[in-house]
């Protein structure tokens, strides 16, 4: 698998000293401990470069990593953890909507899923997010190591279903075993190309 030369460029809350770039930037979004941060470790072939915290829903700000010099990934904070407070839900859209609305590079969202579950009101909302900014969506449907190939291929069915996508838009992918990097890089790429951009992986 490649090695991706990537770094960390900022960490920020809400409009706090976001980065200002000229790159195609590509944001990670899914339920508290979905996996984004690992996927994202995956996906750049590096052990930690992404924070993997052992406490879900305790991130409240967006991580900015350059990835080759040519796009930028940003991991979102997670989403729909019950124990985070009454107010997670309203500090999320405090975050998140100023987010979508004002990264004007912003071209694509990778929703990290579980494939072993169904998506619920908050995944929904997410594609819903995207939408109304007009981005597309990959579904990296992770932890495909825990299925055999059959429960794979079911589980996309149902979460294409319920997300609403068709489902090669979906990516079955694991992070353990590093299996579908290569498939989401080309969705990724694809994306950029279709967007005008050059910020392709080579």
């Not at 979004?29 to 984004?36: D, F, L, P, Q, V």
């Amino acid at each position: 698998m490649q090695y991706h030369e990537a770094k960390l460029l900022a960490s920020a809350g809400a409009g706090q000293n976001w980065p200002e770039s000229d790159l195609p930037e590509v944001v990670f979004a899914g339920r508290s401990n979905a996996g984004k941060s690992s996927l994202i470790n995956a996906l750049v072939n590096r052990k930690n470069l992404a924070y993997e915290g052992k406490t879900p829903g305790k991130t409240r700000l967006l991580n900015f990593f350059t990835v080759d010099g040519r796009l930028v990934l940003t991991d979102a904070p997670g989403y729909g953890y019950a124990k985070g407070g009454g107010d997670t839900a309203r500090m999320f859209g405090e975050l998140m909507e100023p987010y979508f609305r004002g990264r004007k590079n912003l071209k694509a969202m990778v929703l990290v899923l579980d494939i072993r579950r169904v998506p619920n009101a908050d995944d929904q909302r997410m594609v819903a997010y995207a939408r109304d900014a007009h981005l597309a969506v990959i579904a990296a449907c992770t932890k495909s190591d825990k299925l055999g190939y059959g429960q794979q291929l079911k589980s996309v069915d149902t979460i294409a279903g319920e997300l609403g996508i068709r489902k090669d838009s979906c990516v079955i992918c694991s992070a353990q075993k590093k299996t579908g990097m290569d498939p989401l890089w080309e969705k990724i790429d694809h994306i950029l190309s279709q967007t005008g951009s050059e910020a392709g992986r080579t």
